[in-house]
C-alpha cells in the first residue's frame, strides 16, 4: 500500500521560513514525479510544485515562484518544498501527491500538513 505522510508544517510569521517535507512508502520512489499542491479555506486545491522522477524540471505557480523550492532525495524517499518570504495568502493545508512517470494525473496524496502565516 503507498502511503505519503507530510510533516513541518505549523505556525510562523509573515516573511519568515518553512520547510514541509513529504515521505514515502510502498513504491519506488525514484520512479515517480511528485508535487505539492495546496487548499485554503473556502477554495479549491490549487498547484504549488511538481519535480519529476530524476530531480529535474522544476515547476512552480505563480504565486510562489522564487519564494517557494521543490526538491527531493531519491535515498530518502523523501520531497521537500522549502518556503521563503511566506506571505498571509500562503495559509493552508499542503499535500504532496505522486504520479509514475509520462502519467499527467497525480494519482496517491499524503493526508496534508497545515501552514499557517500570521501578519
Known amino acids: 500500500q503507498v502511503q505519503l505522510v507530510e510533516s513541518g508544517g505549523g505556525l510562523v510569521q509573515a516573511g519568515g521560513s518553512l520547510r514541509l517535507s513529504c515521505t514515502a512508502s510502498g513504491r519506488t520512489f525514484s520512479s515517480y514525479d511528485m508535487a505539492w499542491f495546496r487548499q485554503a479555506p473556502g477554495k479549491e486545491r490549487e498547484f504549488v510544485a511538481s519535480?519529476?522522477?530524476?530531480?529535474?524540471?522544476?515547476s512552480y505557480a505563480g504565486s510562489v515562484k522564487g519564494r517557494f523550492t521543490i526538491s527531493r532525495d531519491n535515498a530518502k524517499n523523501t520531497v521537500y518544498l522549502q518556503m521563503n518570504s511566506v506571505k498571509p495568502e500562503d495559509t493552508a493545508v499542503y499535500y504532496c501527491a505522486s504520479r509514475p512517470r509520462n502519467v499527467p494525473r497525480f494519482d496517491v496524496w499524503g493526508q496534508g500538513t497545515q501552514v499557517t502565516v500570521s501578519s
Open positions: 519535480i519529476f522522477w530524476s530531480g529535474g524540471n522544476p
